[in-house]
């Protein structure tokens, strides 16, 4: 055992004791009685096998991270935040008082520090009011503190010389195939907004038709539905200047009527095809759209799709009919269920990777109030698609203040984002699943998956792309 994890661990057991002391008979909400280091170092006790690094990344995810102005002056000549398809921040852009939307991040790599981390990738949600904070250093270096606690070292990602090109009709390719997970996805939103709209039909977690209206009041480039033509022009700039990207993404939001006169499967399928015609094998492709009826996946699939995501975003039946009332509507949550199953017969149930929301379960006024019945729910969905060899993935819930759900609410303590990380984890392990294609390698020091940690605590292994 190295000094440096000799070194964190007295470092937590020193600060936990009496923390821990206090407030052990309120273990079900701890981060809600505690400080949120005393908070962290207390779970990292109480489940060792969880990486440390994970829990604080967690932990960040779900509070989100303020900036010194100093830090954002260095942040601003590396790679951008991008606002691939929603937000991510728990604070509009009109309360960003230092113009944190144009300079912050995309992502960030914490390394070393007292708790001797090993690198891993952090999603930047901005939040002014975070007792996480970024702050300049020494000579030009970067810290992450927690109330003035340092936590690690701070790494920035340059960005890819494509950042800077634009295509024909002037529009910037940041814009049209923006980069995530450090390089190692494309992501392509072809359609900016979603056809489930106003408070009846619209996700109550999701962001994307609001955050669509303040990229656009806030000056951004923002193009709502990209061409195939727009799409194939970036890329080729990409496959001539880029070797770092491994995977492309193609989504964007429902489509319950039609688009440009097309289908949801019409509209989307081309894409794919197009890319797939031109530069064949180049990317692993992945398409994020919802639940289709079976012969339109096999159309996804004939098109050199490698993974599907049909997303189903919360498990419990009644929270899906409340929190996903135009998914519930329109197609129902036992059909979407079917429907991801029977995507399992044409992809591979290992290539269908349906995502959830994780800490949504516990959102009020409808969700669980208790982390034990939140992750009793959750791990049961796990089982279920596990058990027929479909991979389920997660996202970190940020409670994005233009949705409906993160107006007037935090999110799930994060005592039920370190355990569900330990029942994913276990889950897959009891099923002997590999870990997923499309996401690269997984394991702590590894893993490029920037807004959940499910990819750091799997075990590492090889040739994963």
């Given at each position: 055992m190295s000094f440096f994890i000799c070194h964190w661990s007295f470092v937590i057991c020193r600060r936990a004791a009496a923390s821990v002391a206090r407030s052990w008979a309120c273990a079900m909400h701890t981060d809600t009685?505690?400080?949120?280091?005393?908070?962290?170092?207390?779970?990292?006790?109480?489940?060792?096998?969880?990486?440390?690094?994970?829990?604080?990344?967690?932990?960040?995810?779900?509070?989100?991270?303020?900036?010194?102005r100093g830090a954002l002056e260095i942040a601003a000549g590396y790679k951008p935040k991008a606002y691939f398809?929603?937000?991510f921040d728990l604070v509009p852009i009109a309360e960003m008082r230092q113009g944190e939307n144009t300079k912050a991040p995309e992502e960030i790599r914490l390394v070393g520090g007292?708790?001797?981390?090993?690198?891993?990738?952090?999603?930047?949600r901005l939040n002014p009011s975070s007792p996480y904070r970024v702050e300049k250093g020494d000579e030009g270096s970067l810290l992450m503190k927690l109330d003035g606690q340092v936590v690690a070292a701070v790494e920035l990602q340059k960005a890819p010389s494509y950042y800077h090109r634009t295509l024909a009709n002037g529009k910037p390719i940041m814009d049209?195939?923006?980069?995530?997970?450090?390089?190692?996805?494309?992501?392509?939103?072809?359609?900016?907004?979603?056809?489930?709209?106003g408070a009846q039909e619209e996700c109550q977690f999701c962001d994307i038709n609001e955050n669509y209206r303040q990229q656009r009041k806030a000056g951004r480039p923002y193009t709502s539905v990209k061409s195939v033509e727009e799409i194939l022009e970036a890329l080729e700039i990409i496959a001539s200047t880029d070797s770092d990207s491994k995977a492309y993404t193609v989504t964007g939001g429902s489509i319950t009527s039609t688009l440009e006169d097309k289908s949801e499967i019409d509209f989307y399928a081309r894409y794919p095809e197009a890319i797939e015609k031109r530069f064949p094998g180049r990317w692993i492709g992945k398409v994020v759209i919802q639940a289709l009826p079976k012969d339109q996946v096999q159309r996804l699939r004939d098109a050199g799709t490698k993974i599907y995501h049909p997303n189903y975003e919360v498990w419990d039946r009644r929270l899906f009919e409340i929190i996903c009332a135009g998914k519930n509507r329109y197609i129902g949550r036992d059909e979407w269920i079917r429907r991801i199953l029977d995507a399992a017969d044409v992809f591979g149930p290992g290539n269908v990777i349906p995502n959830f929301v994780a800490g949504i379960e516990m959102s009020k006024p409808a969700g669980f109030a208790t982390v034990d019945e939140a992750i009793a729910s959750t791990s049961e969905g796990l089982d279920f698609f596990m058990s027929h060899g479909v991979s389920p993935r997660f996202t970190t819930w940020c409670p994005e203040p233009l949705s409906v759900l993160g107006r007037t609410q935090a999110g799930a303590p994060l005592e039920y984002h370190v355990r569900l990380l330990r029942a994913y984890r276990d889950t897959r392990a009891r099923y002997g699943l590999k870990p997923p294609q499309g996401y690269g390698q997984p394991g702590l020091g590894n893993a490029v998956f920037s807004v959940s940690s499910f990819m750091d605590v799997l075990p590492p292994a090889a040739a994963v792309q």
């Open positions: 009685t505690q400080a949120p280091l005393d908070t962290v170092e207390t779970l990292a006790l109480r489940y060792p096998d969880i990486p440390v690094e994970a829990i604080f990344k967690e932990d960040i995810l779900r509070r989100g991270m303020a900036w010194s398809i929603f937000s007292p708790y001797d981390f090993k690198p891993v990738i952090v999603s930047v049209i195939s923006p980069t995530i997970e450090w390089g190692y996805l494309l992501y392509l939103t072809v359609f900016r907004l979603c056809q489930y709209f």
